[in-house]
Structure formats: structure tokens, C-alpha cells
């Protein structure tokens, strides 16, 4: 008897073990590809400050941004679903603070508007560009105010976790480094191949006059 509860505890421990990696490794991806986002939404906030001159790197950054966006709601919606449904790893983690999980919602929703709105203004009749221009700077009135609350909610465990996978001591702690770095590089080369296929309608769009509706 003694022998089999060992066996049962031993192996409640390697079960417990894995769970922990799940979740773990979950945070990581989440708060690696974070830092992504928030260097690459710093530079596109860079070039609003002189849209006029500075649209096409407007356009290119944004086109980048949507493979790395939508990899970070994936992981976070991962977390969500599996805390919902009851996942013991991520029962024990607990959820995010209860203003967290409100925002992260309206969150998503303003930013599928913001870059929804932004390759509509590209890619619509010129009509409906006055249109579109009113919903794009509206929800990103919005979104900027709700992303300022969702990464300062966040700052502490992101600085945390998203060196893990990228430095030597830590990277091995968790199984799938290489596959979450390698998701992250995939996600940002999408992200080009979009920008650079987008590129040729920013001139399309001027000559038509879509700038002189901002």
C-alpha cells in the first residue's frame, strides 16, 4: 500500500509539474510577444504624431502589427478559455484582477474597430472614407486609453516573464523556448509580408484624395 501511494503521489506531482509548465509557458509567450507590441505601437505612435508626412510608415507599421496582435489575443483568450473551463493549472494561477478582465473584452473589440476601420480607409470607395477616418481616429480615442490602463495593469508580470525565454539560465526551466520565440518571429514576418503587399494602396489612396478627408 505504502508503495502505490507513493506511486499515485509521485505521479500527482509529474501531472501537477506539467499543468504548471502549461501555464507557464502560456505567460511567457504572452508577455514575450507584449514587448513586441508595445516597441512596435510606440513607433506607430511616433509616426500620428506627423501622419501627413509620415502615413506610409503609418500604414506599414499597422499592416505589421496584425499577425503579432492577433498571436497576442490568441494567448490571452488561451488563458481565459482554460480558466473557465475549469483547467486545474490555471484554476490554481487564479485570473487576472477583476478590472483586468473587464477591459480585456472591450479591449479586443476596440482594437479588431481600429485596425478593421484602418484597412477599410485603404481599400473602400472614396466615399465611404470620411466615413471610415471618423470611426478609425474615434476608436482609437478609445483603444489608447484602454491599452494605457491594460499595460500598466500588466507592467510587473510582463518585465517578469518576458526575459524567460530569451535568456539561458531561465530558458530551459519550461519545455518550448524555441517554438514561442519561433512563433513570435513568424508572427512579425507575416506582419511584413502584409506591410509590404499594403504599401502600393497608400498611393492609391492619396491620389484620390483620402488624406484631405482627415
Request: glycine content about 8%.
Amino acid at each position: 500500500m505504502t508503495d502505490l501511494a507513493q506511486s499515485e503521489s509521485d505521479q500527482e506531482r509529474r501531472i501537477r509539474r506539467r499543468q504548471r509548465a502549461g501555464v507557464e509557458s502560456n505567460a511567457r509567450l504572452t508577455a514575450s510577444v507584449a514587448v513586441v507590441l508595445f516597441v512596435l505601437l510606440a513607433v506607430e505612435g511616433v509616426t500620428i504624431l506627423r501622419i501627413r508626412p509620415l502615413l506610409t510608415p503609418h500604414v506599414f507599421i499597422g499592416m505589421l502589427l496584425i499577425p503579432p496582435v492577433l498571436l497576442k489575443v490568441g494567448s490571452t483568450t488561451w488563458r481565459f478559455a482554460r480558466y473557465y473551463l475549469g483547467a486545474p493549472g490555471y484554476r490554481r494561477k487564479g485570473p487576472p484582477p477583476l478590472a483586468l478582465r473587464l477591459l480585456g473584452p472591450i479591449l479586443v473589440t476596440l482594437t479588431m474597430i481600429v485596425f478593421a476601420s484602418g484597412i477599410a480607409l485603404l481599400l473602400t470607395p472614396t466615399a465611404w472614407h470620411a466615413r471610415m477616418l471618423f470611426v478609425h481616429k474615434a476608436s482609437f480615442i478609445l483603444w489608447i486609453a484602454a491599452m494605457a490602463v491594460h499595460v500598466l495593469g500588466h507592467l510587473l508580470d510582463t518585465a517578469r516573464l518576458a526575459p524567460r525565454d530569451w535568456m539561458y539560465e531561465t530558458r530551459t526551466q519550461v519545455r518550448g523556448a524555441g517554438l514561442r520565440q519561433w512563433s513570435i518571429a513568424a508572427s512579425v514576418s507575416l506582419g511584413l509580408i502584409l506591410a509590404f503587399i499594403t504599401i502600393p494602396e497608400v498611393g492609391r489612396w492619396l491620389a484620390t484624395g483620402g488624406l484631405h478627408h482627415g
